[in-house]
């Protein structure tokens, strides 16, 4: 088969539509003061931006979830609420808004951003980087669509940017909407507003309800009733603004649970109120070691106007919707993991997993004493009411799941309430301990190295504490009255990470409630500061930065402050090669730099990164044998946690004594597996390879001897692009090499590359394609023979196939001439996939050809005969897949009798197929299949002394070392070879 010298070039696309051009929005440009463009507010706003044009601001795509190319861009102003009519929930502090700016209902491929220009003047072409504040690709569920939240500044107006993703984008028909959503629940100062007011009142005591409508400022008719049907019937007749559920003591129905979780849920407002238990209650409670109540308005400060709590907050009554049992019984009524509280507003514990999310706008409070939530008391069973078992057998006492240092109470730096009442001894006293010891037991784990002060002061009962490292006795400390009075206290250092075990007891057998105090004192990592830096080694380097320090400048991306902590290494290369940076295996959000010195030294940035796997960072940076840099960590915008900073060094890859460097992209998605289709066609022709790995940064060194392979998968399941592996690719084809390069989104989506330059295509005119592609037709040249298929996506609804425009002739954007062409074309979705590129051997003199694809060549529907004909087109010498034996007409095998009349038989019976491989059936090697093979294949067979058929000669199996005819093997490269 002879060589193609030059592809022609034939354009099979249809004419493009023509948008109409209805006009550019009057924000096409951001041109003049901000104030003077068209404004957003809350709710929907009408989007046409058909016909408008790209603007030139440049914008930051750092930390951007698939930020594009924001083409076809329009700009509009925000101003957020001037005044704050929303409260945190400690009843004091205001807080602010939280604002979200979408196009989730129009589902179109969009891009924002947000700026903060203070309401300044914007000018086309201005740099705007450095006001952005929020900004999104494809946030919106199930779409392309942008949305973005952010908390404003009260009362300033933001500049907000909307783009069509890709490059030559055309606008697009729609709206964008604006959510203004409170940041935390109602507060004190924070009235309700008008509205109907439904008081459930078992006690008849309104003393309750009347303060805490008071409190709440809360207007409107109020609706009392004294029993639960009565309730149930109001609340399904009626639509109240706020219920009041007071001293809840009998069972509201499964009916009434469910009204006032819809309710709720809906944005109405429900309160809980719990009066002080009378005498006889707290007599009972004595048992249990807890104190006797107290007046409600003393206990939530009513008097102050400090009572009003926000929907995370739980002070659980004893009977509760549904149950006649603690704080599990609520669950579904509140966030999953929302904290509840006795109270005194002390933290206790959290819902049971797997409750249903409320919006954090959709406030249920609670307001009650002290005595409520026992369960909590002591780490007693949460499911387990203490009360209503004294209640129900007249006598204790009150069972206590941290009895024993295997069920040892999780416990945080703070104080925690506990009693030792009806606690039975463990097995084992402490040093200091005298008598039965009545213990329980605490689990800690500090989050920072350091010294950690422990104590009961306050407890009123005399106790000792003793900290173990297990629960087989090994004791660290222990002390009897190194507290206040008769309680303890000792002082520990402890190492963040490490689980330590605290026994508390009662000195002689004494039982009673009492505070467990931990105090923590942190120590600062050892490479708190650059001057101290760890000398970091190939390999994680655990870190943790919760208390850790800052020790450098604002950090160069991300979103710095002036407090970030950090911690910082050095490391120097130990070959030249590629140096890997990576905070992937660290639990927060965290930001890498890399200096060349401290930066108290004079050192500077060499480079920085945010986001690069999730929302940790990863930098790559070229180092040189010897060479050694500064790195810190930090987090972003004040972020801490622990994890591992690992250094990988990637060692160059000598391509050079391979035939093909083959590259791997894809991610292992999908339908399709073209990688492994490269490797056995390869494998079939004979072909020595070497596999790399992209988007790892591995520097490549040398040329393969013919070309290379660049397979890049399809969307979503493509590696980023190597850009380093793209230059090699470029320099190797101007140096002689082929390259075939494909994958669904390496043009319309990935940024450029070197390689741009050698593959004929108009990267700008060229865009993210659709999901029709289902059939493929070779349009000229070899590539018409075999490759007229149905196509198999890789996956299908997702595949997003770049539409391909070849470069105009003289236009400068490629460095080999004009010589391209389409060879593939997908008729389904009206435009070309395949480019064939030759170079022009007076521009690029001894340069290799090109053939790029958005297509994955495993969706053929025979592979191997779409890979032979691209590797015979960019490798030279015929396809490499032309592996025959001379004399096996047929295909079977073996050379006999059947293998002439096959060739009789295609000769001149009309409808027999054509043979699978004419250079087989071309037994003297004459570059024409005629009469004259099937008679040389009987003189050979059957007349001695005849010669047998050219080389490769039967039972040989090899390629035609005399290709420079017509015939090939195109529709059955790799042949039935013995």
Known sequence: MSRKLLLPLILVLAAAPVWAQVGVTTSDECDGAVVALPALAAGATAHDSTGATDSANAFDPTGCNVLGAMSADTWYTYTAPATDTVCSSDGVTPTSWEITISTCVTGFDTDLIVYDLAGGVCTPGTDLTAFQVACDGDGCVGSFASTTTFIPTLGTTYLVRVGQWGGGGTGWIGEINVAEEPFEGLGSGCPLGSGD?????????????AAAIDCLGLTGSTTVVTDGAAFDAEIAATAYNTIIIDNPSNLISAAGQAAITAHAAAGGNVFMAYWAMDTADAALLAECGIASGVDFTAVQGLSSGACCIGDSVWNAPNALPGEAVGPAAVDGWFDDGD????????????????????????????????????????????????LEELLATGSGPCPLLNDTCATASVVNAGST???????????????????????????????????????TNGSLFDTTIAVHEDCLGTEIDCNDDGGVGLTSAVTVPMLAGVTYLIQVSGFGGD????????????????????????VGLVGPNPFNTICATNDGPLASCGAPTPTDPDVWWTFTASADATVRFDTCASGFDSLLEIYDDCPSAGGTVLACNDDSCGLQSQIDLAMLTGETVTIRLTGFAGASGAGDMTITEILPIDVSGFDIALVNGELGGGALDSHAAHEAALTAAGKTYVVITAGLGVPISGCPNE??????????????????????????????????????????????????????????????????????????GTFTEGLTSVYTQDQAGNDWTDVLELAAPGAGTEVMGDNNAFVIFSPAAGYNVGVHYIHDDTIAPGAGDTISMSIEPAGFDDPAAALALCYGQVFGGGPIGDVFSRGDCNNDGGFDIGDPVSALSALFVGGTPTPDCLDACDANDDGGFDIGDPVSFLSSLFVGGSPPPAAPTFPACGVDPTDTDALDCATQPVMACP
């Not at 004493?369 to 007693?380: A, E, F, M």
């Not at 039982?511 to 760890?534: E, K, W």
């Open 511 to 534: 039982t009673g409630v009492g505070t467990l105090t931990i105090d923590a004192s942190a120590t600062a990592p050892a490479n708190d500061d650059c001057a101290n830096a760890l």
């Open 197 to 209: 007011i439904l008081l459930l009142d078992w006690t008849s005591n309104n003393s309750v309800a």
């Open 339 to 386: 904290e509840f509280t006795l109270g005194t507003g002390t933290a206790r514990g959290e819902f049971a997993s797997g409750a249903p999310a409320l919006v954090r706008n959709n406030n249920v409070f609670t307001l009650g004493s002290v005595l409520d939530g026992l369960d909590t008391q002591g780490g007693r069973d949460l499911t387990a009411n203490c």
């Open 417 to 455: 309430s506990f009693s030792n009442v009806g606690a039975v001894d463990e097995g084992f006293g402490a040093s200091c301990m005298v008598g039965p010891s009545n213990d329980i037991w605490f689990s800690f784990t500090p989050v920072c190295d350091g010294d950690h002060g422990i104590d």
């Open 707 to 780: 070309g290379w392979i660049y397979n890049n998968g399809t969307f979503p399941d493509d590696a980023p692009v190597d850009a380093g592996v793209m230059t090699a690719i470029r320099d190797c084809v101007l140096g002689g090499n082929g390259a075939i390069v494909h994958g669904g989104d390496n043009w319309g989506f990935a940024g450029p590359t070197d390689y741009d330059q050698v593959d004929g295509i108009d990267e700008a005119a060229s865009a993210d394609g659709g999901d029709l592609v289902t059939d493929l037709e070779g349009v000229v």
